[in-house]
């Protein structure tokens, strides 16, 4: 072995023992990897300065302004924990907790059952699958927009079309975008409108399950409603759970529609103000970006916390084809 073979790395040195006719096979493969590796880098450049930019850079400065008092206008002043302990005492925050929560809890289940209650009358067999499929998911791609936030305001108005089908029965309608009892019903009924995604998620899962199977339980006697019970929810259950999961995460981000309804308030009587909304107020309304940001957190861990739950209590309901 050369006195300098030592030094080399253990990829050149298998190189540098190998015989001399061989040796120059093995440098130009080396150099072939080598070559493909920084291929691979340059290619994936462009993610890493996204990744860096604009995810972890934010995230980041998120954390950082959160332990400070930030106006936008002037330069960031440390503070420690002083946003966080504003927090226990601040009861407009926990409001918009409360009617966050309320809406989480029962906009994602009615948006689930209604999907998956689609989704099984779509899997009948019906003629035009695929274009009833696409009008039913078209409510996803618009839930976030601003135009349908309107309408929606519109339709539940006082001249909307919500009070003028109850007159043709002889009832009086009111502005139920207006109502401090209602308001919030308004979301969770636009929330659960959206269910294209869950549902094409869900029929996707329902034409996975074997035929075999309720051809084998009808020949016991089972029903459509015990075959469906025993049967369809049970493997079902992975899709439920990937779609609860993901649901859940995106009715807490939820902003656009409690923004237009409420006109950017969170009314009547905060009866709207989902936690985004406040944190909007405080951001960019109030120019806390300081506490806006602890706030951000805060969603974070909240989503985080709820997330972990889910996992965990998974193992006891959701079942899989080999179990």
């Excluded at 790395?9 to 093995?26: F, L, T, Y």
């Excluded at 930019?53 to 995230?59: D, E, F, K, R």
Aim: charge should be neutral.
């Amino acid at each position: 072995m050369s006195p300098t073979s030592s030094t080399l790395s253990p990829e050149r040195q298998d190189v540098a023992d190998e015989p001399p006719q061989d040796r120059k096979a093995g440098y130009t493969k080396y150099s072939r990897r080598r070559r493909d590796a920084i291929t691979g880098y340059l290619f994936l450049t462009p993610w890493l300065i996204g990744l860096l930019a604009v995810t972890l850079g934010p995230i980041l400065a998120s954390l950082y302004l959160s332990f400070t008092d930030y106006s936008l206008l002037k330069p960031p002043k440390w503070i420690g924990l002083a946003n966080f302990e504003e927090m226990l005492t601040d009861t407009r925050l926990h409001k918009s907790l409360l009617v966050t929560f309320q809406y989480v809890f029962i906009s994602v289940p009615l948006q689930l059952l209604m999907a998956l209650g689609l989704a099984m009358l779509l899997n009948q067999g019906i003629r035009g699958l695929s274009f009833y499929r696409s009008v039913f998911y078209l409510p996803s791609l618009l839930a976030g927009s601003v135009s349908i936030a309107i309408l929606w305001r519109q339709i539940f108005g006082q001249e909307g079309l919500v009070n003028d089908a109850l007159a043709l029965i002889g009832i009086q309608g009111q502005s139920w975008v207006a109502h401090p009892d209602f308001a919030l019903g308004t979301l969770v009924l636009l929330n659960g409108w959206t269910f294209g995604a869950p549902m094409v998620i869900f029929l996707a899962g329902l034409r996975q399950i074997p035929t075999s199977y309720y051809e084998a339980a009808a020949v016991d006697g089972a029903g459509r409603w015990t075959s469906f019970i025993h049967i369809t929810l049970p493997l079902l259950t992975p899709i439920i759970f990937f779609n609860l999961v993901l649901q859940v995460i995106g009715a807490f981000q939820s902003f656009t529609q409690a923004f237009v309804v409420s006109g950017g308030t969170g009314g009547p009587a905060d009866s709207t103000l989902l936690y985004t909304l406040y944190l909007y107020d405080e951001g960019f309304g109030s120019f806390h970006m300081g506490y806006a940001s602890a706030m951000a957190w805060l969603l974070l861990l909240i989503i985080g916390a709820l997330t972990a739950i889910n996992f965990l209590f998974a193992k006891k309901w959701v079942f899989y084809g080999d179990e």
